[in-house]
């Protein structure tokens, strides 16, 4: 094999190469195209979502919150009607009740704010020499 005869085995062989590395360059730019696609549509999809869940939580609330009111409303019936209570008492037994358990339930939520600070993130985003100090 002479010079000549090398080279031109070489020069044969680069575009090949070369070839191969900007189709595969291709196919990744449209491999990533398609994910990112794929994932613009689901976070479309999961925002439509998000939305309809609140819509119906909503709703659903407010059934809750007229079911509630209707039971309140037999047991201040059912104290007036046995004698067990005026009026105004029942009622007043009804808002207790009601501030009572709003106490109960904020005490709950406060209970869970810790965790919206990701402790255990941070924890292991501190460096090792201020967790020793």
């Known amino acids: 094999m002479d010079a000549s005869s090398t080279s031109t085995g070489t020069s044969d062989h680069r575009p090949g190469v070369l070839q191969d590395v ?16 794929l994932a613009a549509l689901e976070t479309r ?15 659903v609330g407010g059934l809750l ?19 067990v209570a005026s009026p105004s008492v029942a009622l007043l037994l009804a808002v207790g009740a009601n ?7 904020g005490w709950a939520i406060r209970r869970q704010l ?16 201020e967790k020793s100090s």
């Open 99 to 105: 501030l009572l358990l709003a106490v109960i339930l």
């Open 22 to 37: 900007r189709s595969l360059a291709r196919e990744l730019r449209g491999l990533f195209h398609d994910q990112v696609g």
């Open 114 to 129: 810790p965790h919206l600070q990701f402790p255990a993130t941070v924890r292991s985003l501190t460096p090792d020499t």
């Open 65 to 83: 919150l007229s079911a509630w009111l209707g039971l309140l409303a037999a047991i201040i019936l059912t104290l007036i009607d046995h004698g």
């Open 45 to 59: 999809q999961a925002g439509e979502s998000l939305v309809w869940m609140v819509i119906l939580g909503v709703m």
